[in-house]
């Protein structure tokens, strides 16, 4: 198994406090990636990273920010967290970005109240 | 953009079952194609992929055949197990090389002895 650890597994928090999610990788693999799972959504990438400092948005990171400060760690914050961020987050990372496998962590249960 | 639709569920078979998971894809290039299982608890795993028109991929008596004229990716399995219920997710790689995947919205497989 890829060595992918989440961080909190699970949380509860309120509207408007701040969380962060951290995933941490042992491959040295250099892309990695945040998801959200949403029933009738699928996945849906929030934000991805190819390389240290290299962030770039995805199709939902409205209210999300990320930082990648080394190859193994990258987080997820949500500044003032909502009631509509309560999801499942899972952490992904790739070795390379052509037509590869994404491997992916075992996600972070995050309800806002 | 490019998207992916899968036939929405529950789907619930009987042991030893035939079974047919629909997944067409809306693309403006040609993407490689995958098909992601996600066990209760836990994070999506590859179960497999193809990367050109025709290819077939399989792993552990699933298969699904890239079909460029009618865009689509279909899963099948001959005779289903208890152990393969699951959520199983259809994806294609977003083209703009960056490794990211855009993700359907799964289908919830529930196999009954």
């Known amino acids: 198994d890829a060595g992918i650890t989440q961080s909190p597994r699970h949380k509860v928090t309120e509207t408007g406090t701040p969380v962060t999610l951290r995933c941490h990788q042992t491959?040295?693999?250099?892309?990695m990636y945040w998801y959200r799972q949403d029933p009738g959504h699928g996945l849906r990438l929030i934000h991805y990273s190819y390389g240290v400092k290299d962030t770039d948005k995805g199709e939902v990171s409205d209210g999300y920010s990320v930082s990648r400060s080394k190859t193994e760690d990258f987080l997820l914050t949500l500044e003032s967290a909502t009631s509509s961020q309560t999801s499942v987050y899972f952490c992904?990372?790739?070795?390379?970005?052509?037509?590869?496998?994404?491997?992916f962590g075992e996600g972070s249960r995050l309800t806002v109240l | 953009g490019d998207s992916v639709t899968q036939m929405e569920g529950p789907v619930t078979l009987s042991e030893e079952a035939f079974l047919t998971i629909n997944c067409t894809y809306t693309a403006t290039g040609y993407p490689s194609l995958f098909w992601y299982v996600q066990y209760p608890g836990e994070g999506l795993q590859l179960l497999l992929k193809?990367?050109?028109?025709?290819d077939k991929g399989s792993n552990k008596g699933f298969e699904a055949t890239y079909r460029k004229e009618t865009t689509s990716f279909h899963l099948e399995k001959g005779s289903v197990q208890v152990s393969d219920s699951a959520v199983y997710f259809c994806a294609l790689s977003d083209l703009s090389n960056t490794g990211k995947l855009i993700f359907g919205q799964g289908t919830t497989l529930q196999v009954k002895p």
């Open positions: 992904a990372i790739s070795e390379s970005r052509g037509a590869g496998e994404l491997f």
């Open positions: 193809a990367t050109k028109a025709d």
């Open positions: 491959e040295n693999h250099r892309y």
